[in-house]
């Protein structure tokens, strides 16, 4: 009778629990899994051009703000017209960002190259996406002014 009642006690002390765990959460929804977009970089400093500096001055930050590493092989970054970043194998450690540039160069820890001879990212509207390997969408961010060129999407 007594081991009863301490059963009784546990399973009440555990509904009162439940939605206190659902709330949290709730609140984080925004980074779900951790990895998000981050910092962007869509208007390049200067004055467009082919040269790889001036392609290379815009970027995208992808941030992993999970407690465990994400292997972002088959992830995909995409724009409003449709051009699409497919990540190689990277790793990308809890607490770390990875840059996409969108121009040519030799990938290196915590920075990656798309490759590309112009510029993607639309300097006055635009969209990226963080898709997974899946198909389903992680995170978006858009803009719709020039502003100081950038965005914080965190
Ligand atoms: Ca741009």
Known sequence: MRIRSTA?????????????????????????????LGYIQ?????????????????????????RSAVQLKGYKLKDNTGYTYTFGSYKIGAGKTVKVRT???????GVRYWGRGWHVWNNTSDKARLIKPNGSQLDSCSWTTRDNGYKNCH
């Open 103 to 109: 121009g040519k160069g030799t990938n290196a820890s």
């Open 42 to 66: 869509y208007d390049s400093p200067g004055r467009d051009s082919s040269s790889r500096s001036s392609v290379n001055g815009e970027w995208v930050n992808i941030h992993n703000n999970g």
């Open 8 to 36: 009784t006690a546990v399973l009440a002390a555990t509904a009162v629990a439940v939605p206190l765990l659902v709330a949290t959460p709730a609140a984080a929804a925004r980074h779900q899994g951790g990895l998000h």
